[in-house]
């Protein structure tokens, strides 16, 4: 009976010397990412970048709670039950004083000859800013239907569940009937098969178009080509926070690991080992087009989780974000892991800002409106007390000086 030492070698002598030096760098490669770990480090500064976020995308959820409402109306009460879910540390009543600009307060009856109770329903301001929103989504109907069309071309057979593009839809900015107009509207891109809600619907790409299947980088390596003059090879920018220090083992395995080839997120991988060195590469190509396509260029982790058979994510696929500390970062904030890109933001702000941003910039400049108003109001009356105390001083100083000349003269 063959020794393992000397089945080894009988085994790699069946093989020729190409084959063997790819098995043998596979191996190593397989071995190297089991064996080097990253240990994660918080970054104060991006973590920042969502907690900024925090006051509107509450607001959000509320809003979309009472738009999703039949005629767009719900009783107080019924929508205080649902603080916990809405994630909101106040009541209802004290969320309403707050931004005064989102809701309407009205009384009615939920069922008749029932007492009256609070009703809410969209404010003309809230209605006024929904009409925007519409408009920026008209406006940007070309960048939305690329999105669209990348995120097909990027999946396994060019279809996506339809049912995860809807749970996605607010990451990429699509409206929320994109798959009803879009898909109707552009019938040479977009094929609909089933009805999104029943859990065996998706959404097949029709054509491709090469304009669309090109990546970030890709289109980065182009533009710097063109202006120097000089053929540049696609390549990830790379850029480790201040103080943050990789291991010599680790700094070795990076440099290796950029050396090789871009692999575009569009090219077909069917031919590669889900744990060859190429597939790493192109794991992390299609991990970076996605939070680039991504509004606020991040994603939480479970989100993308939900695609790991369309874009064929491992399923260990979130050790990624920090094996490749230097391209992602993956927050910790809210008790979400969420996947962020290095190099879309400087310190907290975002440097590339998605022109559907502005649909956020419109909504945060309502709650600022809303909250303003609320602050002219409490010093109205905040003066309204201090002339009050101010009248009431003067009538008790001249009841006084009454009390007293009454007083003298009575002496």
């Not at 889900?274 to 790493?280: F, G, L, R, V, Y």
């Not at 994510?313 to 990624?320: E, G, H, K, Q, T």
């Amino acid at each position: 009976m063959l020794g393992r030492s000397k089945l080894k070698t009988f085994a790699f002598s069946r093989i020729s010397n190409a084959e063997g030096v790819v098995l043998l760098s596979l191996l190593q490669f397989t071995a190297s990412i089991s064996s080097l770990k990253v240990v994660w480090r918080k970054d104060p500064k991006l973590d920042q970048a969502i907690e900024n976020d925090k006051k509107w995308r509450l607001c959000a959820r509320v809003v979309r709670e009472v738009l999703n409402e039949p005629g767009q109306v719900i009783p107080l009460r019924y929508l205080e039950k649902r603080r916990v879910r809405l994630r909101s540390p106040d009541s209802i009543e004290v969320f309403i004083a707050r931004y005064p600009g989102l809701f309407d307060t009205y009384r009615d009856r939920i069922r008749p000859k029932a007492d009256l109770v609070n009703f809410l329903r969209p404010s003309e301001r809230l209605n006024r800013f929904l009409e925007e929103e519409k408009r920026i989504h008209e406006e940007n109907e070309i960048l939305i239907v690329s999105k669209l069309c990348k995120l097909l071309m990027m999946a396994k057979d060019r279809v996506v569940s339809a049912d995860k593009l809807v749970e996605v839809k607010r990451e990429f900015g699509f409206p929320d009937d994109c798959l009803v107009r879009l898909v109707s509207k552009y019938p040479e891109y977009f094929r609909l098969h089933g009805a999104p809600g029943e859990g065996k619907s998706y959404l097949e790409l029709v054509s491709w178009n090469d304009e669309f299947a090109k990546s970030i980088i890709e289109k980065r390596a182009d533009e710097e080509s063109s202006s120097t003059g000089i053929r540049v090879r696609p390549a990830f920018n790379w850029k480790l926070p201040r103080g943050f220090i990789l291991k010599k083992e680790m700094r070795e395995w990076i440099r290796d690991w950029k050396e090789l080839p871009y692999i575009s997120p569009y090219s077909d991988v069917s031919h590669l080992d889900q744990a060859s060195p190429e597939m790493e590469k192109r794991s992390v190509g299609v991990f970076h087009e996605l939070l680039s396509l991504s509004i606020y260029k991040r994603v939480p982790v479970p989100i993308l989780g939900k695609f790991c058979d369309e874009y064929r994510f491992s399923n260990a696929f979130s050790s990624v974000f920090t094996r490749h500390s230097g391209i992602f970062y993956m927050s910790r904030k809210g008790g979400i892991h969420t996947a962020m890109l290095r190099e879309a933001y400087n310190s907290e702000e975002l440097v590339d800002r998605d022109p559907l941003l502005e649909i956020r910039d419109k909504f945060i400049e309502l709650l600022d409106e809303g909250q303003q108003q609320r602050a002219d109001q409490l010093r109205l009356q905040k003066e309204m007390v201090w002339k009050d105390l101010e009248l009431m001083a003067e009538r008790n100083k001249e009841l006084n000086c009454h009390v007293r000349g009454t007083e003298t003269r009575n002496c």
